[in-house]
């Protein structure tokens, strides 16, 4: 099982310049959860925004796609196509796989997704990287309400989404 895990705002904008604009640790908390332990796929630029404390992602295999053959990190897997990436994610231990980012990882491994799990955040942020867009195949098999955030005040909810 290959799923997709992004946090996007009412406009669909999951970052601007290489970062969220955006604090919510119930949704780092969901992230937590529904990647641990298991293989996390993402792209370079998403690698190096991580903060360092969370570099590599805990107790699982990172799998980074980079264009640069000479690059390598401590705790990360470096492959150079995300079909190397897949590749990758099905000979670990673990039966699904999530992709973390960022929006070219997205789109390129978006035809190979079982499931996304989208946290939608109610506030509307300019930004110039967009979530891929789900077409009418893709239906909401967890319909969650709307939460607002303890910490931060921000309304949002978490959503499951699955091929039909
Ligand atoms: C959480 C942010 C996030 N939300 C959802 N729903 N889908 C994602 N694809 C996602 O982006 C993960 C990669 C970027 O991540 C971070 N970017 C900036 C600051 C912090 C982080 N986090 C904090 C939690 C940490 C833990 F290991 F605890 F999970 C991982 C790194």
């Known amino acids: 099982m290959l799923g997709m895990i992004w946090a996007q705002t009412r406009g669909g904008v999951i970052g601007a310049g290489g970062t969220m604009p955006w604090h919510l640790p119930e949704d780092l908390a969901h992230f937590k959860a529904v990647t641990a332990g298991h293989p996390v796929i993402m792209g370079r630029a998403t690698w190096d925004s991580l903060p360092p404390r969370f570099r590599p992602l805990p107790g699982r295999r990172n799998i980074v796609v980079t264009r640069d053959l000479g690059w390598w990190a401590d705790g990360a897997t470096a492959v150079?196509?995300?079909?190397?990436?897949?590749?990758?994610?099905?000979?670990?231990?673990?039966?699904?796989?999530?992709?973390?980012?960022?929006?070219q990882i997205y789109s390129a491994l978006?035809?190979?997704?079982?499931?996304?799990?989208v946290t939608d955040i109610d506030v509307d942020v300019a930004?110039?990287?967009?979530?891929?867009?789900?077409?009418?195949?893709?239906?909401?098999?967890?319909?969650?309400?709307?939460?607002?955030?303890?910490?931060?005040?921000?309304?949002?909810?978490?959503?499951?989404l699955r091929r039909q």
């Open 110 to 117: 978006l035809p190979h997704a079982d499931l996304c799990a």
């Open 80 to 103: 150079h196509s995300t079909s190397e990436a897949l590749v990758q994610a099905r000979s670990s231990a673990s039966p699904e796989a999530w992709v973390t980012g960022g929006a």
């Open 127 to 160: 930004g110039d990287t967009l979530a891929p867009l789900l077409d009418a195949q893709w239906v909401d098999v967890a319909p969650a309400e709307w939460q607002v955030s303890a910490r931060s005040g921000l309304r949002y909810r978490f959503r499951t």
